[in-house]
Structures are given as structure tokens and as C-alpha cells.
């Protein structure tokens, strides 16, 4: 074996040289990832919307002992609780050995995901067909969204009280939806647009029905034979679409990409994928936490956190202070001294658009956990900008724990950018950092991520919550 010489040792010793995380996963590790990332794709199919996804949570927190926060319980240390908001977002904590007035550890994410969001008015028939009418949520290109099997997920809430829970699509035998685009044969003009304007979001309307309603001889049969069809499984009349939340999602399930298995493509990473590792992390915590730990799962990120159930509301301050005032700790005590993870993706180093990242400072793939000191968009605008103090903190704790990890940034300068709910943690005196897996073709009905950076994800979160 040839040896090193002094500049060899030297350039070990003082370069930051990171390498592929399969180079470096240990064989335990690469056993507990496979199992880890099985259970994950079935999160993903289970939780196509952010109330689906609430409903699996609280299902794998009751199986491990989790029970209602209800306001005035007494609690010790290893109680483990849960709160629903308003049925899509979720908070969890472990009570930990520590008083509140030493701070907690928070892993926070998002579970909801780009879609399209039916209108209140959106049954119509055109030319004997019925389509529903759609509002894109989130950031989306339109044009991914045409020509692709769609599944109906969501809640129409009736005026008696009842709330009839709907999901066409996920099931065997199921039917499918679809969007309709033009033909190349007649797309000459449609070909000149630019993508962003090749299909308006006017144009984005779900085909759901061609058949006429029977023995009728009035206008719309089509549209009376979607109503008639709706009336028998769900009891409902067309004024009640006016109070349903009803989201057209992709008909994709979570599979394994690559010969090599060693990547999952699906729906929803953003965020399910972190969301699913802090949810875990929380579950897997060997014994009780030294402080307290705290899951926070939201809802709205992806429209700026706004709303009740997003990150800026006070539902996560109501939780926290209920549970400060079990120890009669004051809230911005329990704060000033926390910490929390903003668990969200971040951009992965696609090298077939090399020209909107800056290599350097991107994640790749297979690099393990990314760690965004930053996002925002161009002069760092609307980001929390973690301090130096609070990155040399993780870095130990990742090292310490074994999590394969790595640095990124959400492509060039003035390329784009976007946030996170980093900034409203920050916002309540809570020392934050974003952290997240590398994602590619974010935002699109088919995303990619690495099983290694899911699982190093999970791994880091619960080292998190461990902290001392």
C-alpha cells in the first residue's frame, strides 16, 4: 500500500471533501433504510391530502401509546400526546425529563402538496361532456398536469352536520379522472406559446362523465347523470360542492426508480417526505427524551403557511402553552431556550439544467441530509438565516450521531427561490435551521428522492429530539 505523504494527510485533515452516502453507510444502516423506506411509500399512498395524511399520524401515534391533549391534563415524564387542528395539521409531543423552562426540540414539516383544488360552483356540461372546474394550489407548471390519471380526495360537509369523507381513484377497480390537452395535429399555435402559458389554469377542468341521463329530454343529461350518480353514493345535491374541499391529485403510486432500487418516485415528497421523518423520528424515540420533543406537522405551506391550520396561526403557541401550563412555565420561557428543525426539501442538483444551479452549494443526491443555513429568494428575502452558532450546533449533533449530511442552497442567486415555515419558528424566538431531502423535479405530479437521503432525514430528526 503506497503511503501518504504530508500534503495527502494534510488535505484529509483541513479539506471539507464530502462523498456519496453509499460510500459511507454502514451495513445496519443500509437494513434499517430499506425497511424504513417501505413504510414510507405506504404513507404516501395512504396520505394522498394533508387531512389523509393526519388521519394515518394520529392511527401510528394511538398504536404507540400517543393519546388527546386535552387542556388541563396532567402530565410526566414518557406521556406522549397529540392535537388535531381542525382535522389537517397535527402536533405531537414526548414529554421530556427536562422542565419546559429549559426549552424543547421541535421537528417541523408540512404535509400539504401542490394540487389542483375544485371551485365551490364546479359541476358543468359542455358539449355533452361534464368536467369539474379546478384552482391550482400551490406552485405548479400546468402543462404537467393534462394527460395524466387523477384521483378525487377530500370532505364535502353537509348543512345537518355531516361530513362525508370522499376518495375516488386510490382503490383497485376504482375509476380515474384526467384533464384533456390539444392534439400536435392542431397545437401549432398552442406550440408557440411559452410553457407557462401553453395551458391556462382556466383551462386546467377535469373530464369526469360522458353518459346522458336516461328517458330525459332537457338540456345538461350529461351533467344530471353526474349529480344522479353522486346522489346514490354520497346522498348529496349540487349545492352541497358549494362546502366541499375536494383535491384532484395524481394517480401515482409510491414506487422504487432505477434498476438499482435506489430511489422512490411518487407524489407529494414535498413535503411528505420530511413530514414522514419527523413523524417517525417522534414514534422511534428510544426511552424518554431529555427535553421535551415536539412534532409539528402543517398544513398551507405551500400557499405562504397562511390560514388556521398553517404554521403562522396560533394553534402551535395554543398547544405549546397548554403544555407549559401543565408545569406553570411561561411560553416565551419555553421558546426562548428551543430549538426546532424546519424539515422541508430542498433542490437537488439536476445535471440537465446545470445553468440554474450553483454546484458547489447544491445538494446532490445520495448525500445525505440537507441543511439550508438560509432560503428565501435572491437577496435572502423572506428567510430566517440561521446564525453560525445554530449550524456548528447540528453539525455536532449529525456527526455525533452518525447522519450522513450535507450543505445546500436553493439554486443561483437570482435563479428564484422560496421558503419554508423556518421563518415563523424563528418568528417566535425558536432557534431554527432548515433541513430536508434533495429532491428532484420538485413540485411536478411525479418527484424523485434518494433512499438514502430519506432515511439519514429520519435519522437526523430523531437524533434531534434525543439531544441533551
Given at each position: 500500500?503506497?503511503?501518504?505523504?504530508?500534503?495527502?494527510?494534510?488535505?484529509?485533515?483541513?479539506?471539507?471533501?464530502?462523498?456519496?452516502?453509499?460510500?459511507?453507510?454502514?451495513?445496519?444502516?443500509?437494513?434499517?433504510?430499506?425497511?424504513?423506506?417501505?413504510?414510507?411509500?405506504?404513507?404516501?399512498?395512504?396520505?394522498?391530502?394533508?387531512?389523509?395524511?393526519?388521519?394515518?399520524?394520529?392511527?401510528?401515534?394511538?398504536?404507540?401509546?400517543?393519546?388527546?391533549?386535552?387542556?388541563?391534563?396532567?402530565?410526566?415524564?414518557?406521556?406522549?400526546?397529540?392535537?388535531?387542528?381542525?382535522?389537517?395539521?397535527?402536533?405531537?409531543?414526548?414529554?421530556?425529563?427536562?422542565?419546559?423552562?429549559?426549552?424543547?426540540?421541535?421537528?417541523?414539516?408540512?404535509?400539504?402538496?401542490?394540487?389542483?383544488?375544485?371551485?365551490?360552483?364546479?359541476?358543468?356540461?359542455?358539449?355533452?361532456?361534464?368536467?369539474?372546474?379546478?384552482?391550482?394550489?400551490?406552485?405548479?407548471?400546468?402543462?404537467?398536469?393534462?394527460?395524466?390519471?387523477?384521483?378525487?380526495?377530500?370532505?364535502?360537509?353537509?348543512?345537518?352536520?355531516?361530513?362525508?369523507?370522499?376518495?375516488?381513484?386510490?382503490?383497485?377497480?376504482?375509476?380515474?379522472?384526467?384533464?384533456?390537452?390539444?392534439?400536435p395535429h392542431l397545437g401549432a399555435e398552442q406550440a408557440k406559446k411559452p410553457m407557462g402559458e401553453a395551458i391556462p389554469g382556466e383551462s386546467l377542468n377535469i373530464l369526469v362523465g360522458s353518459r346522458p341521463f336516461k328517458d330525459d329530454k332537457g338540456s345538461e343529461r350529461v351533467k344530471l347523470a353526474i349529480l344522479d350518480l353522486l346522489n346514490q353514493k354520497y346522498g348529496i345535491v349540487e349545492e352541497d360542492l358549494i362546502s366541499a374541499?375536494?383535491?384532484?391529485?395524481?394517480?401515482?403510486?409510491?414506487?422504487?426508480?432505477?434498476?438499482?432500487?435506489?430511489?422512490?418516485?411518487?407524489?407529494?415528497?414535498?413535503?411528505?417526505?420530511?413530514?414522514?421523518?419527523?413523524?417517525?423520528?417522534?414514534?422511534?424515540?428510544?426511552?424518554?427524551?431529555?427535553?421535551?420533543?415536539?412534532?409539528?406537522?402543517?398544513?398551507?405551506?405551500?400557499?405562504?403557511?397562511?390560514?388556521?391550520?398553517?404554521?403562522?396561526?396560533?394553534?402551535?403557541?395554543?398547544?405549546?402553552?397548554?403544555?407549559?401550563?401543565?408545569?406553570?412555565?411561561?411560553?416565551?420561557?419555553?421558546?426562548?431556550?428551543?430549538?426546532?428543525?424546519?424539515?422541508?426539501?430542498?433542490?437537488?442538483?439536476?445535471?440537465?439544467?446545470?445553468?440554474?444551479?450553483?454546484?458547489?452549494?447544491?445538494?446532490?443526491?445520495?448525500?445525505?441530509?440537507?441543511f439550508c443555513k438560509y432560503t428565501g429568494s435572491r437577496g435572502k428575502g423572506g428567510a430566517s438565516d440561521a446564525s453560525a452558532e445554530v449550524v456548528a450546533y447540528v453539525r455536532k449533533l449529525m456527526n455525533d450521531a452518525g447522519v450522513i449530511w450535507q450543505m445546500a442552497e436553493l439554486g443561483k442567486v437570482d435563479a428564484g427561490g422560496g421558503g419554508t415555515v423556518a421563518a415563523y419558528m424563528a418568528e417566535r424566538d425558536i432557534d431554527?435551521?432548515?433541513?430536508?431531502?434533495?429532491?428532484?423535479?420538485?413540485?411536478?405530479?411525479?418527484?424523485?428522492?434518494?433512499?438514502?437521503?430519506?432515511?439519514?432525514?429520519?435519522?437526523?430528526?430523531?437524533?434531534?429530539?434525543?439531544?441533551?
Amino acid at each position: 500500500m503506497e503511503e501518504k505523504t504530508l500534503a495527502d494527510l494534510r488535505r484529509e485533515e483541513l479539506t471539507h471533501a464530502p462523498k456519496n452516502g453509499y460510500d459511507r453507510l454502514t451495513p445496519e444502516d443500509e437494513a434499517a433504510m430499506k425497511a424504513y423506506c417501505e413504510a414510507y411509500k405506504k404513507f404516501l399512498d395512504q396520505g394522498k391530502t394533508e387531512r389523509e395524511c393526519v388521519s394515518y399520524a394520529v392511527a401510528l401515534a394511538e398504536a404507540k401509546g400517543f393519546q388527546k391533549l386535552e387542556r388541563g391534563m396532567a402530565l410526566q415524564p414518557g406521556d406522549k400526546v397529540y392535537r388535531i387542528n381542525r382535522g389537517k395539521s397535527l402536533m405531537l409531543a414526548v414529554i421530556g425529563q427536562k422542565p419546559l423552562s429549559e426549552g424543547v426540540h421541535i421537528g417541523a414539516a408540512h404535509i400539504d402538496a401542490p394540487r389542483l383544488d375544485l371551485k365551490p360552483n364546479p359541476l358543468y356540461e359542455d358539449c355533452e361532456l361534464a368536467f369539474l372546474k379546478t384552482h391550482y394550489y400551490g406552485g405548479i407548471k400546468k402543462y404537467q398536469w393534462v394527460t395524466i390519471p387523477l384521483e378525487l380526495h377530500g370532505v364535502i360537509a353537509l348543512t345537518d352536520g355531516r361530513v362525508i369523507h370522499v376518495s375516488v381513484g386510490n382503490n383497485e377497480g376504482d375509476p380515474l379522472f384526467t384533464i384533456d390537452d390539444l392534439l400536435p395535429h392542431l397545437g401549432a399555435e398552442q406550440a408557440k406559446k411559452p410553457m407557462g402559458e401553453a395551458i391556462p389554469g382556466e383551462s386546467l377542468n377535469i373530464l369526469v362523465g360522458s353518459r346522458p341521463f336516461k328517458d330525459d329530454k332537457g338540456s345538461e343529461r350529461v351533467k344530471l347523470a353526474i349529480l344522479d350518480l353522486l346522489n346514490q353514493k354520497y346522498g348529496i345535491v349540487e349545492e352541497d360542492l358549494i362546502s366541499a374541499e375536494l383535491e384532484a391529485v395524481p394517480a401515482f403510486r409510491a414506487s422504487d426508480v432505477g434498476f438499482d432500487r435506489s430511489l422512490i418516485g411518487a407524489y407529494g415528497h414535498d413535503d411528505r417526505v420530511c413530514s414522514y421523518a419527523c413523524l417517525a423520528g417522534l414514534l422511534e424515540l428510544n426511552g424518554i427524551p431529555a427535553k421535551t420533543a415536539v412534532c409539528m406537522l402543517a398544513d398551507k405551506e405551500e400557499i405562504g403557511s397562511e390560514g388556521v391550520t398553517g404554521m403562522r396561526s396560533a394553534a402551535f403557541d395554543t398547544f405549546m402553552s397548554d403544555l407549559c401550563d401543565t408545569q406553570q412555565v411561561p411560553l416565551k420561557a419555553c421558546y426562548e431556550k428551543s430549538f426546532c428543525l424546519s424539515s422541508d426539501v430542498c433542490a437537488a442538483y439536476d445535471p440537465n439544467f446545470p445553468e440554474v444551479y450553483e454546484k458547489r452549494n447544491s445538494a446532490l443526491v445520495n448525500y445525505g441530509m440537507g441543511f439550508c443555513k438560509y432560503t428565501g429568494s435572491r437577496g435572502k428575502g423572506g428567510a430566517s438565516d440561521a446564525s453560525a452558532e445554530v449550524v456548528a450546533y447540528v453539525r455536532k449533533l449529525m456527526n455525533d450521531a452518525g447522519v450522513i449530511w450535507q450543505m445546500a442552497e436553493l439554486g443561483k442567486v437570482d435563479a428564484g427561490g422560496g421558503g419554508t415555515v423556518a421563518a415563523y419558528m424563528a418568528e417566535r424566538d425558536i432557534d431554527t435551521l432548515d433541513a430536508g431531502v434533495a429532491v428532484l423535479s420538485m413540485h411536478s405530479p411525479f418527484e424523485t428522492v434518494g433512499k438514502l437521503d430519506c432515511y439519514m432525514t429520519f435519522k437526523g430528526m430523531k437524533a434531534v429530539y434525543e439531544a441533551e
